[in-house]
């Protein structure tokens, strides 16, 4: 039967153990700790192509036998990336934020320095991340405190999300947008003439966004064309604004005639 390690963490615990030099943790006093659905957290396991899940048998604190569901420590790591804070109730936020940036150092710091040295736990292998998205999670990170937090986090799920071949799970309010492929976005406008529009387009965004908000957007960096420049970080929440000031002054006017006195 195996013996389960029980480590106090923010009020509640995390219970683990290890097998096959790998920590194995119990996932469902986790989910339900953060307010979190059970069956279909599990399911979101089973189905996810980097999760790893196990079975283990324990004797419970009433002497009964229990089988239970175990994550391997990268499976808790990269579950707990993908849970937003908005998906748990306000009082469980914190401790997700808590699990999300302490969990696993609690962990590794447990069986490196906790437990017997001749147990001599193997390394626990980490996730490999391409380079691509090694850079740009660390470019996110640079980015902490300077750019506007709900467009830093959607940026960063969503390169979670397409580094672990998922759906990014964003809300509005963090979904980068971009006035180059807003303009992209619109039908019959040619690469040429959305280039051509892009800079007067964007001033006008920016005036609308100052008016409404008070404040100038901030700054983010950002592709533009070929070439990585400090632009202004828009989200999906603030769309109407693009599509206010497309409305207002290009809808009637698109066509050759607009694109004549902007190329003279």
Same mark, same amino acid.
């Given at each position: ?143 902490? &405190?300077? =750019?506007?937090?709900?467009?830093? *986090?959607?940026? !960063?799920?969503?390169?979670?999300? #397409?580094? /672990? ?56 960096? &950002?592709? =533009?064309?070929?070439?990585?420049? *400090?632009?202004? !970080?828009?989200?999906?929440?603030? #769309?109407? /604004? ?23």
């Amino acid at each position: 039967m195996t013996t389960l390690v029980q480590i106090p963490f923010h009020g509640t615990r995390i219970e683990a153990h290890l097998a096959d030099d790998d920590l194995h943790v119990v996932f469902r006093p986790i989910v339900e700790s953060l307010g979190l659905e059970w069956s279909s957290q599990l399911r979101r396991i089973k189905r996810s192509p980097w999760a790893s899940h196990g079975h283990m048998n324990t004797t419970g604190s009433d002497g009964k036998n229990y089988d239970m569901v175990t994550v391997t420590r990268r499976t808790l790591t990269m579950w707990l990336a993908t849970i937003q804070a908005s998906r748990v109730n306000p009082n469980s936020q914190e401790l997700l934020a808590a699990f999300q940036n302490e969990s696993a150092d609690v962990l590794d710091k447990h069986w490196h320095n906790g437990i017997p040295a001749s147990v001599n736990p193997a390394p626990v292998p980490e996730l490999t991340l391409s380079q691509k998205t090694r850079d740009q999670i660390e470019l996110l990170g640079l980015a902490r &405190g300077l =750019v506007d937090q709900n467009w830093l *986090e959607g940026k !960063a799920r969503i390169v979670l999300a #397409r580094a /672990l071949d998922e759906i990014p799970e964003t809300p509005d309010h963090q979904i980068p947008l971009y006035v180059e492929s807003y303009l992209n976005e619109k039908s019959g406008l040619t690469a040429a003439q959305a280039k051509t529009l892009r800079s007067i387009f964007g001033r006008k965004v920016s005036a609308a966004y100052k008016a409404h908000h008070s404040r100038a957007p901030q700054k983010s960096p &950002g592709e =533009v064309g070929s070439r990585i420049r *400090e632009i202004n !970080a828009y989200v999906e929440a603030d #769309r109407w /604004l693009f599509d206010q000031v497309w409305n207002d002054d290009y809808e009637v006017l698109f066509g050759a005639t607009l694109f004549h006195e902007l190329s003279a």
